[in-house]
């Protein structure tokens, strides 16, 4: 008898994912691919937020370097250097008028500071390098535009710059052609305090909050002086003072009688990003900084 022996023609079993397992290997990777997605969603968020930042700060650089500039070339060319008909005695003792109108008036003669305020500076000086005086205005408004600010920040700082005329030597007509915004701190001190009488800083934050309650925790944040006058000795000049007032005049133009007298200026601004455009994406709080400038007056 023939036995036939039969082999089986069946494939051998494959190994392969089940159900279970491929669900478990999504899960995973959906786990860490939103992990890598959220890790570069904050990298961005923190980028803008430096770059905004930076922005804020190379604005207000600019803005400080020019105000140094200005002031280094305050009160020149003086009394001293340009003659003046019908003066005796080229610089008198103080600016005040009616007495040295003549030095005053004269287009070529620079006084230097003619006024100076937490909020404003006057000073005339040939800022361009071509002998010509100029009168030089900064001053901080509100943001309805108020002179000096009596609203809400966040202020804007302008500069205006326009030659000297004969007839007005003090009130020159201002023509503000440059301006920075977003300035929050418009301190004006009063009965000798160093700083304090900041603006409201309008709007509110993400979650609700006045933005001068948030940004109170910053201290002297909206309180600090946006202009601070010091003597030689770095004593602090209380301020304002202006030349049309026969006491403030020694004062500011450092005349031979005056003991302590304005010799440097320093401007701080505090700067917030726009509430629009400038917030934080993490954590919906405007970024801030804060540049100083401390100009002496070589001049005076």
Request: hydrophobic letters at 40%; charged letters at 15%; one cysteine or more.
């Amino acid at each position: 008898m023939n036995m036939k022996t039969f082999r089986s023609t069946s494939t051998p079993r494959q190994g392969g994912f089940t159900l279970l397992e491929l669900m478990l290997v999504c899960a995973i990777l959906s786990i860490v691919m939103g992990a890598v997605f959220n890790s570069i969603k904050l990298t961005i968020a923190r980028s803008q937020a430096e770059q905004i930042k930076v922005d804020l700060t190379q604005q207000g650089r600019e803005f400080v370097d020019e105000f140094q500039r200005d002031l280094h070339q305050a009160g020149y060319p003086n009394c001293r250097i340009v003659g003046t008909a019908g003066v005796v005695l080229n610089c008198p003792t103080d600016y005040s008028l009616p007495a040295s109108a003549t030095v005053e008036q004269n287009i070529a003669v620079a006084i230097g500071l003619v006024y100076v305020s937490s909020t404003k500076v006057i000073f005339e000086g040939a800022v361009d390098g071509t002998g010509t005086v100029y009168s030089i205005q900064y001053r901080l408004v509100d943001i309805n535009g108020n002179d000096p600010p009596t609203t809400n920040c966040p202020c804007t700082l302008q500069r205006s710059e326009v030659v000297k005329k004969v007839a007005t030597p003090f009130l020159q007509t201002p023509a503000f052609m440059q301006e920075l915004p977003n300035v929050v701190n418009s301190g004006q001190p009063v009965a000798g305090a160093f700083y304090g009488g900041g603006l409201a800083i309008q709007g509110t934050t993400a979650w609700g909050a006045t933005n001068s309650a948030y940004y109170a925790a910053v201290s002297t944040f909206k309180d600090y002086p946006v202009f601070q006058a010091y003597a030689q000795d770095g004593t602090s000049i209380t301020l304002p003072r202006s030349v049309n007032t026969a006491g403030d005049t020694p004062i500011l133009t450092c005349s031979v009688s005056s003991i302590d007298c304005i010799k440097s200026l320093r401007l701080t601004l505090n700067l917030l990003a726009n509430a629009n455009t400038g917030a934080d994406i993490q954590t919906k709080v405007r970024p801030v900084t804060t540049l100083v400038g401390n100009a002496r007056l070589v001049n005076n």
